[in-house]
């Protein structure tokens, strides 16, 4: 019989990782280096490996969702990742649909007074 937990835990993290691309793109209407990311989402509840991160970050401004720049005054050059305009009209319009796909959600997990499906 499978584990419930762990079946919870592998879909959840389907749904996250369906997440991850507004996450980040949402902290970066100002200038981050790519693992400041890290424990900014981690704080904000969406942990995201850099493993995951820094090939996101490359496609993303490969889509031309994000501009990047180097700095190199540190020691440790750090390539910082901004929105273009266009990661800027692609995010507020993502915002949009997920703010419609949230009210959506609510509206189907409250349906017949919050009962869970499979539980009468």
Same mark, same amino acid.
């Given at each position: 019989?499978?584990?419930?937990? #762990?079946? /919870?835990?592998?879909?959840?993290? #389907?749904?996250? $990782?369906?997440?991850?691309?507004? %996450?980040?793109? !949402?902290?970066? %209407? #100002? @200038?981050?280096?790519?693992?400041?990311?890290?424990?900014?989402?981690?704080?904000?509840?969406?942990?995201?490996? *850099?493993? =995951?991160?820094?090939?996101?970050?490359?496609?993303?401004?490969?889509?031309?969702?994000?501009? !990047? $720049?180097?700095? =190199?005054?540190?020691?440790? @050059? $750090?390539?910082?990742?901004?929105? !273009? *305009?266009?990661?800027?009209?692609?995010?507020?319009?993502? %915002?949009?649909?997920? $703010?419609?796909?949230?009210? !959506?959600? #609510?509206? /189907?997990? =409250?349906?017949?007074?919050?009962?869970?499906?499979?539980?009468?």
């Amino acid at each position: 019989m499978a584990d419930v937990n #762990e079946t /919870i835990m592998g879909l959840l993290s #389907e749904l996250r $990782r369906g997440t991850i691309v507004i %996450s980040v793109l !949402s902290q970066l %209407s #100002e @200038p981050r280096y790519g693992y400041s990311l890290v424990p900014l989402l981690q704080e904000k509840g969406i942990p995201v490996d *850099p493993g =995951t991160l820094y090939p996101l970050l490359r496609r993303l401004e490969k889509q031309e969702l994000l501009e !990047s $720049r180097w700095d =190199t005054n540190d020691s440790r @050059p $750090r390539k910082y990742y901004l929105l !273009s *305009p266009l990661g800027k009209e692609v995010y507020a319009g993502l %915002s949009q649909e997920w $703010r419609k796909l949230v009210a !959506s959600m #609510e509206g /189907i997990l =409250t349906e017949n007074g919050g009962e869970q499906h499979g539980s009468h």
